[in-house]
């Protein structure tokens, strides 16, 4: 049988309740018997104190006396000649009640009516000359026993109930709390097996639930990472696929292309200006490098190992792109500082990236209309990394693509694969870097970060 969490800190607190409740009732019963007997052991000594062998006349002022002390009315009846008693009127005959001979015996009797009023009436046989024999009758109201009673019984009866009360109302308040939370986490757990990996919200009480919910937020967390890893693997995957079947063709429009090209400027030489020919030449070689580097994307490959000038390597890119800048009418802003470290990679690799990232810096300006359109490289230091900066006055990333654009497939060029930034990320991670991007003061800014070598760390 399924029994709820709820229902297992409600039911022992329900019982303690119950429990403390019935201890509440024994106690007030006790209480009220407590009472009887303190009336009663009253009621005994007054009987000694007026039947023991004093010399002092018992008379009716006697027992109006011994009324004020005591709160109980008396009656006595002489064996001859007429009686007397402190109530308000005379009976016409004794209380039927057993008479006691002698005070430790004595009892409250039960309850007589006398007039408008009930008392527990005793007997107790006088043994005192000059009234042996006689009878005195104690006649207790039964209204000041239960007020007695009342007052011994309340402050128990008050007591207990309100810790029943309590008890029940904590009860019912951390069944309900904690059943709130529990579910919480059943809703949670049911929306990451849907496919929902967005995070719950933390409860603010630090205790176990808490750390449930902050364990199920980070196996959430994973889940999604290894959703995207799979998801990246399986993109990559289909990269490979698809790029095997266009590699052969595509190289082979590059190698003729180049060729081509390459004997026309052995036949040239002299003859013309090559200088545009041969930027032309550059580019088809680097475009066939960017096609290897495509083909090889998501697999592990660790670049050549040797010192990169990273200043040399955006100085390159610069000619590369300086024709395009021309003829779009966009301003290349680079200004080359002395003492950069250099770092440890590929250099044609590290080229790439660069290019990768002027071009598509190209692309944010131009295609937009932007004025003025203005593409920045920056290169600089900073503990002990080199940081290398492409800004660019675009209109920025959309929100779609924003957060994924360095996956496979993302892009937010309408004739773009979205290829060249992961080639990027892929490149850098594997030199042991980083890349990222932000948008601020109308620029949108690509950093690389690499380490510098030891060696040129110190370089001012």
């Not at 364990?215 to 490979?240: F, I, P, T």
């Not at 590059?254 to 036949?267: D, I, M, T």
């Not at 250099?342 to 071009?359: M, P």
């Amino acid at each position: 049988m399924r029994w709820r969490i709820r229902s297992q800190v409600l039911v022992p607190l329900l019982v303690l309740g119950v429990g403390v409740a019935g201890v509440g009732w024994w106690q007030a019963g006790t209480a009220a018997a407590n009472a009887r007997d303190a009336i009663e052991t009253r009621v005994r000594n007054v009987a000694l104190t007026l039947s023991d062998g004093s010399s002092y006349p018992l008379s009716e002022t006697v027992l109006r006396m011994m009324k004020h002390l005591s709160g109980a009315d008396y009656l006595l009846v002489p064996r001859d000649g007429p009686s007397y008693t402190t109530l308000d009127a005379m009976p016409d005959e004794p209380p039927p009640v057993a008479v006691a001979d002698d005070w430790q015996t004595l009892q409250l009797g039960p309850p007589v009516t006398l007039g408008p009023a009930r008392y527990l009436c005793s007997g107790i046989r006088l043994s005192r000359p000059p009234r042996r024999g006689e009878v005195l009758y104690i006649l207790y109201p039964e209204s000041l026993l239960a007020d007695a009673q009342r007052e011994a019984i309340q402050p128990v009866l008050v007591l207990g109930g309100f810790t029943g009360l309590a008890a029940l109302a904590l009860a019912l308040g951390l069944g309900q709390r904690l059943g709130r939370r529990v579910d919480e986490l059943g809703r949670q757990t049911r929306r990451i097996a849907a496919g929902d990996f967005s995070p719950m919200p933390v409860p603010g009480h630090d205790d176990e639930i808490r750390d449930l919910a902050v364990a199920v937020n980070e196996m959430a967390q994973r889940l999604a990472q290894y959703q995207e890893m799979s998801l990246r693997s399986e993109r990559l995957r289909l990269l490979g696929q698809v790029g095997g079947g266009l590699a052969h063709q595509l190289r082979n429009g590059l190698a003729g292309a180049k060729l081509a090209l390459q004997v026309y400027l052995r036949e040239a030489a002299g003859q013309i200006d090559t200088s545009a020919l041969d930027v032309a030449l550059r580019q088809l070689t680097l475009q066939e490098a960017h096609l290897q580097r495509f083909l090889q994307l998501g697999r592990a490959e660790t670049p050549r190992r040797e010192p990169v000038d990273l200043v040399e390597v955006v100085e390159e890119v610069r000619v590369l792109v300086e024709p395009r800048c021309g003829h779009a009418e966009v301003e290349l802003v680079w200004r080359p500082l002395a003492g950069v470290p250099r770092v440890e990679g590929d250099a044609g690799q590290l080229g790439e990236v660069v290019l990768n990232l002027v071009g598509n810096a190209l692309d944010a300006v131009t295609s937009a209309g932007t004025r003025p359109a203005v593409v920045e490289i920056r290169l600089r230091t900073e503990a002990g990394r080199v940081l290398l900066e492409v800004l660019d006055t675009g209109p920025g990333l959309s929100p779609e693509v924003a957060g994924r654009l360095f996956e496979p497939f993302v892009t937010g060029k309408p004739e773009g694969i979205g290829l060249g930034l992961a080639v990027v990320r892929q490149t850098v991670e594997a030199h042991g870097g980083r890349v990222g991007w932000s948008r601020d003061a109308g620029r949108t800014c690509f950093r690389i970060e690499l380490p510098a070598l030891p060696e040129d760390r110190g370089t001012p």
